[in-house]
């Protein structure tokens, strides 16, 4: 049996489908083919997303591809999937998730902590940098957007001292020999869903049950906690908001953060991980109370 696997033309997005078509195929003995879609968000990469639409302009493309019966399945970065999915569709499984911290990366070797005054840093995250700017006032954040080799280009190209990309993409592509500094996702909290892939098919495929057996359930409790927690404050790419959830035994701890009236709110929340959906949007109350 051969399934087709819809996904970005990006070098990190084949590579997260390469891992996807692994386990298939080491569980079910199943081969794939790679269905790569270019999105509105690959088009206008000079472009923020804030004045383009926000997350969706990296799936629905592929989403399309998925309902039109174009492909079994996609495979998603699952900080990239906005909160409503489209009817008809499902994430049927969460299989794995990499590191969940953000990263510094300077090719001249510095710490984030130990930059001049000053600095420029790249980052197109709105999240980054807010926290970014929290902890370095001086800071000058130069918008950055494309793949992660094109980032890491800039830093030479717009000379930058160094910009803040994920962990999981650097690693993902054998890249993590430049990271010069791993933030504390307890501090510096990640994007909702950050390492995390997601596989999502079409309720009326046939097919969706093998997607369904790689789903892990550690990785799926703790992205649908801080989804629930995104889901509720309807965050998006205009919002500062990340989140990150950890569980520990029987239990469920998650740390969020979300702008409100120009301030950064971080709160945590702690309870039994099988109220990881209440969790999370607990954790939301808790910040919208200030």
């Given at each position: 049996?051969?399934?087709?696997?819809?996904?970005?033309?990006?070098k990190?997005?084949?590579?997260?489908?390469?891992?996807?078509?692994?386990?298939?195929?080491?569980?079910y003995?199943i081969?794939?083919?790679?269905v790569l879609?270019?999105?509105?968000?690959?088009?206008?990469?000079?472009?923020?997303l804030?004045?383009i639409?926000?997350k969706?302009?990296?799936?629905?493309?592929?989403?399309?591809?998925?309902?039109?019966?174009?492909?079994?399945?996609?495979v998603?970065?699952?900080?990239?999937?906005?909160?409503?999915?489209?009817q008809?569709?499902?994430?049927?499984?969460?299989?794995?998730?990499?590191?969940?911290?953000d990263?510094?990366?300077?090719?001249?070797?510095?710490?984030?902590?130990?930059?001049?005054?000053?600095?420029?840093v790249?980052?197109?995250?709105?999240?980054?940098?807010?926290?970014?700017?929290?902890k370095?006032?001086?800071?000058?954040?130069v918008?950055?957007?494309?793949?992660v080799?094109?980032?890491?280009?800039?830093i030479?190209?717009?000379?930058?001292?160094?910009?803040i990309?994920?962990?999981?993409?650097?690693?993902?592509?054998?890249?993590?020999?430049?990271?010069?500094?791993?933030?504390?996702?307890l501090?510096?909290?990640?994007?909702?869903?950050?390492?995390?892939?997601g596989?999502?098919?079409?309720?009326?495929?046939?097919?969706?049950?093998?997607?369904?057996?790689?789903?892990?359930?550690g990785?799926?409790?703790c992205v649908?906690?801080?989804?629930s927690?995104?889901?509720?404050l309807?965050?998006?790419?205009?919002?500062?908001?990340?989140?990150?959830?950890?569980?520990?035994?029987?239990?469920?701890?998650?740390?969020?953060?979300?702008?409100?009236?120009?301030?950064?709110?971080?709160?945590?929340?702690?309870?039994?991980?099988?109220?990881?959906?209440?969790?999370?949007?607990?954790?939301?109350?808790?910040?919208r109370?200030?």
């Amino acid at each position: 049996m051969k399934l087709k696997i819809a996904t970005r033309k990006s070098k990190l997005a084949q590579v997260q489908t390469e891992i996807v078509g692994s386990l298939l195929n080491q569980k079910y003995g199943i081969v794939y083919e790679k269905v790569l879609i270019e999105t509105k968000g690959d088009r206008f990469i000079n472009i923020s997303l804030d004045k383009i639409g926000g997350k969706g302009l990296f799936v629905k493309e592929i989403e399309a591809a998925v309902l039109e019966g174009k492909a079994d399945a996609a495979v998603h970065s699952m900080k990239d999937l906005p909160y409503i999915i489209p009817q008809g569709l499902e994430i049927a499984a969460i299989p794995l998730r990499e590191d969940v911290r953000d990263v510094f990366v300077s090719l001249t070797g510095y710490d984030f902590h130990n930059l001049p005054q000053g600095a420029r840093v790249g980052t197109s995250s709105l999240r980054r940098r807010k926290l970014a700017k929290m902890k370095r006032p001086d800071l000058e954040i130069v918008p950055i957007r494309g793949n992660v080799q094109t980032r890491v280009e800039k830093i030479e190209r717009e000379t930058l001292d160094g910009i803040i990309l994920a962990a999981a993409g650097l690693k993902r592509l054998e890249m993590a020999s430049i990271i010069t500094h791993y933030f504390d996702p307890l501090d510096f909290v990640p994007a909702v869903g950050q390492g995390a892939l997601g596989i999502e098919v079409a309720l009326s495929n046939p097919q969706r049950d093998y997607f369904r057996g790689i789903d892990v359930a550690g990785p799926r409790m703790c992205v649908e906690a801080e989804r629930s927690f995104l889901g509720r404050l309807n965050g998006d790419c205009h919002t500062a908001i990340g989140a990150y959830a950890s569980i520990d035994g029987d239990r469920m701890n998650i740390v969020g953060i979300f702008e409100l009236t120009g301030r950064l709110i971080k709160k945590e929340i702690t309870g039994q991980k099988e109220d990881y959906l209440r969790l999370g949007a607990r954790l939301a109350e808790l910040i919208r109370k200030g």
